[in-house]
T-cell receptor
Framework: RKEVEQDPGPFNVPEGATVAFNCTYSNSASQSFFWYRQDCRKEPKLLMSVYSSGNEDGRFTAQLNRASQYISLLIRDSKLSDSATYLCVVTISGAGSYQLTFGKGTKLSVIP | NAGVTQTPKFRILKIGQSMTLQCAQDMNHNYMYWYRQDPGMGLKLIYYSVGAGITDKGEVPNGYNVSRSTTEDFPLRLELAAPSQTSVYFC?????????????FGEGSRLTVL
């Protein structure tokens, strides 16, 4: 089982739609969780951290389920500008905390 | 605010040539990383550093070397370039190792080995 797995893309959704991505991680010692966004041919940028109680940032909601070892990202009222690849990132505390493990990403295309 | 600066942005190498990808950050971050990203794949960690003078291997270190003589700079050396090293290379830095420390990336260096 890969360390971090994401929904296979691409997701093609119309403007205004709600879309959700899931990400599963294999190491139960994982401590920190993030969603990064990567535009085509650009560098990844932090979208949001994921907290145990779940958190929201405008149209974006992130959830963490430690028991099932997955995190999710929900995007409401999709905009054309949301088109990008979304990367799930997991870190492990302790000796391995210097490293972050990235998923392969889920590509989202928002269609007019 | 420059953030993380990588040079060059593009480079074509012949098999067997060597080169250095430069990375500099002006945020006084202790932790620096080099990743490679192949098409349709996730980022793979090549090397990382937790401070000046300290480096360690990541997931895919073969064919690469790094040094960290200052907090600001973290160059990546490719020795005897091979076609398998054709990729996009990202340098990144963060202030802390855990918690919510954001990882800041450079714009990437696109390398083609022919």
């Amino acid at each position: 089982r890969k360390e971090v797995e994401q929904d296979p893309g691409p997701f093609n959704v119309p403007e205004g739609a709600t879309v959700a991505f899931n990400c599963t991680y294999s190491n139960s010692a994982s401590q920190s969780f993030f969603w990064y966004r990567q535009d085509c041919r650009k560098e990844p940028k932090l979208l949001m951290s994921v907290y145990s109680s779940g958190n929201e940032d405008g149209r974006f909601t992130a959830q963490l389920n430690r028991a099932s070892q997955y995190i999710s990202l929900l995007i409401r009222d999709s905009k054309l500008s949301d088109s990008a690849t979304y990367l799930c990132v997991v870190t492990i505390s302790g000796a391995g905390s210097y490293q972050l493990t990235f998923g392969k990403g889920t590509k989202l295309s928002v269609i007019p | 605010n420059a953030g993380v600066t990588q040079t060059p942005k593009f480079r074509i190498l012949k098999i067997g040539q060597s080169m250095t990808l430069q990375c500099a950050q002006d945020m006084n971050h202790n932790y620096m990383y080099w990743y490679r990203q192949d098409p349709g794949m996730g980022l793979k960690l090549i090397y990382y550093s937790v401070g000046a003078g300290i480096t360690d291997k990541g997931e895919v270190p073969n064919g690469y070397n790094v040094s960290r003589s200052t907090t600001e700079d973290f160059p990546l050396r490719l020795e005897l370039a091979a076609p398998s090293q054709t990729s996009v290379y990202f340098c990144a830095s963060r202030l802390t190792s855990g918690g919510t420390g954001e990882l800041f990336f450079g714009e990437g260096s696109r390398l083609t080995v022919l």
